[in-house]
């Protein structure tokens, strides 16, 4: 089992960058799939997430309208769109699953139900 995120690197504030979560022994669509970011010095922190059975997604209100969380079942992939990047989004991404379904964003944020963390992707924005 495991989670390969890809994807990252540096941009400039303002840009768009796609981040690539690729599964691997285990089938994405049956598992809630979360996106998470931790900066230097900081705290892990929850960036979104795509519940499995609907897609229904949660996104953190610093990353809201501008990250997109989506999947594509045929490659086992999931993705995280990031537009209008900003200094303060620079970090180490990386995705995790959970068996949950998520009714709450709190629930998808928090990250404890969440396992088989990847290496991760690190993102930086600067100019």
């Known amino acids: 089992v495991q989670l390969q995120a890809s994807g990252g690197g540096l941009v400039q504030p303002g840009g768009s960058l796609r981040l690539s979560c690729v599964a691997s022994?285990?089938?994405?669509?049956?598992?809630?799939i979360g996106w998470f970011r931790q900066a230097p010095g900081k705290e892990r922190e929850g960036v979104g997430c795509i519940s499995y059975r609907d897609g229904r997604k949660f996104y953190a209100d610093s990353v809201k309208g501008r990250f997109t969380i989506s999947r594509d079942k045929t490659q086992n992939t999931a993705f995280l769109q990031m537009d209008g990047l900003r200094p303060d989004d620079t970090a180490l991404y990386y995705c995790a699953r959970s068996p949950y379904y998520m009714t709450a964003s709190d629930n998808c944020l928090n990250g404890r139900t969440f396992d088989s963390r990847g290496q991760g992707t690190l993102v930086t924005v600067s100019s």
């Open positions: 022994g285990f089938d994405l669509a049956i598992y809630t």
